[in-house]
């Protein structure tokens, strides 16, 4: 092969290492936050996993407790839901990604999908449209943000 064909071929990006999913070990953790004491669910399958840079993109949701208690924690039906909703996220982004969910934070009002993914496909439109059904019933917010090295969950993996 030439030399210029080695340096202009595309490189392919590296096989990640099997297996792809390293299972489900999910611990409940209390933790901090500022709106007070918080219970993550997080799958400690993860830590120290070794293909994070292929999936280095942290989607950030946060879906809104609907029915509360008197702390502001989602009721026990509202939590039943909520599990449908976070469902429904999952199931929209695998359509077009491969997608490693390693945990989530019940939050006072809130809960936190702590997911990742290994390249944003979706269109904003799709996400719009995604976001707006899921707005008919409860408030929503969605982002997707490069975190190759996974800081946003390393204190929930160690």
Known sequence: MSFFKKLFDAQEPPAPIEPIFPGEDFVELECETVDGPAA????????????????????????????????????????????????????????????????????????????????????QEEVNQFCDEVMKERGINFAIEEDEEWNAVGGFLN
């Open 40 to 123: 993550a669910f997080i799958n400690k399958a993860y830590n120290g996993y070794p293909n994070k840079r292929l999936y280095g993109y942290q989607v950030l949701v946060e879906l809104e407790a609907i029915y509360t208690d008197d702390e502001g924690y989602a009721t026990e039906n509202d939590t039943v839901r909520l599990n449908r909703v976070e469902q429904d996220v999952i199931d929209f982004l695998k359509s077009k990604q491969v997608v490693h969910l390693v945990g989530r934070v019940n939050r006072k009002n809130f809960r936190d999908l702590l997911i990742y993914i290994d390249e944003p496909r979706l269109e």
